[in-house]
């Protein structure tokens, strides 16, 4: 170990009183580094070094600041998630490989039909989304059974996985009897981790956003919102786009292209007609005013609120 004075930044060694070795000239010492580290704020280091090679202060000594260990204190004061990219690949083959779902809720208001809560399910494959709507997180097992029965049936496929967050409705022995029962498996993603989960959270903020502004739009009651969240679904199956395979969902799932002619504005003004049930006079209206709210998902027609009836 050499000793020796420090000028301007610079340890001076007396050549009389080094070995034989030769002599050594010593840069200031790395703890100069993190004091001066320290005395900014704890900004990082790379700015340090910025400053220095272009000479922007006056005062801080031309030393390259290197970060050869992590400060504790930054760690505590700067630490932040690392991003998720997306992936830039199809990870599934076919529809219904791989479900993600998600449970929404409850929301302040309780909808038309006296629903608190919205089932959010997406395919992995065609990006297609269901939402299913119940009133309590203990219907859900009941909804998801009558669904994927539905969509079994329909599509003469087999669910082979699902994702979901770990939500007392999905982490359950019902479910893990279903699953079990069927060969299903059942991935969830990490504790305090939603972005794991991040193709139904991203869809589900979409149809969020989507029916608040067609409900906004219109001025009409907040309790639509059921009503315009399943419009909403129902048209980005029909108009997003797959990433990387450049179809809709629509036409990934069914085989052909969807049509959007039928489509109306969500809360228009609409007539239904008053086709006999109640005794009309020969001078009385012959239909009632009524709010559009969608198509149906059970048959071919449209969906009205009658505001005289109060039904829809």
Not at 161 to 186: A, K, Q, T
Request: proline fraction near 3%.
């Amino acid at each position: 170990m050499f000793k020796g004075l420090r000028v301007n930044n610079v340890y001076v060694l007396d050549l009389d009183d080094v070995s034989s070795s030769g002599a050594k000239c010593l840069i200031a010492r790395n703890e100069d580094s993190w004091l001066w580290h320290r005395r900014l704020s704890h900004v990082h280091i790379d700015l340090l070094n910025k400053i220095v090679s272009k000479d922007l202060v006056v005062g801080l000594p031309k030393i390259k600041f290197e970060k050869e260990r992590l400060c504790d204190a930054c760690q505590k004061g700067k630490q932040t998630r690392v991003s998720f990219k997306p992936k830039r690949v199809v990870s599934t083959s076919k529809p219904v490989d791989l479900l993600h779902i998600d449970l929404f809720g409850p929301s302040r208001t309780r909808s038309l039909g006296g629903n608190y809560y919205w089932f959010v399910i997406v395919d992995d494959f065609s990006r297609f989304t269901w939402t299913l709507f119940s009133s309590s997180k203990d219907d859900t097992f009941d909804a998801f059974i009558k669904f994927v029965n539905k969509i079994q049936n329909q599509l003469y496929l087999k669910i082979i996985s699902l994702r979901s967050d770990h939500g007392c409705e999905f982490v359950n022995h019902r479910f893990e009897d279903y699953c079990d029962e069927f060969d299903i498996s059942h991935n969830f993603s990490c504790p305090r981790t939603p972005q794991q989960n991040g193709v139904v959270e991203r869809k589900n903020r979409v149809l969020e956003e989507l029916a608040s502004t067609m409900i906004n739009e219109m001025k009409l009651p907040k309790y639509f919102w059921a009503d315009a969240i399943n419009t909403a679904c129902h048209v980005l199956n029909r108009v997003i786009i797959r990433l990387i395979l450049d179809k809709t969902p629509y036409e990934l799932l069914k085989g052909r292209k969807p049509n959007l002619s039928y489509l109306r504005v969500f809360g228009c003004k609409c007539f239904v007609l008053n086709n006999g049930k109640d005794k009309l006079g020969k001078f009385d209206a012959k239909v009632d005013d009524g709010i559009f709210l969608g198509c149906s998902s059970n048959s071919n027609a449209y969906r009205v609120f009658n505001k005289r009836a109060l039904t829809v």
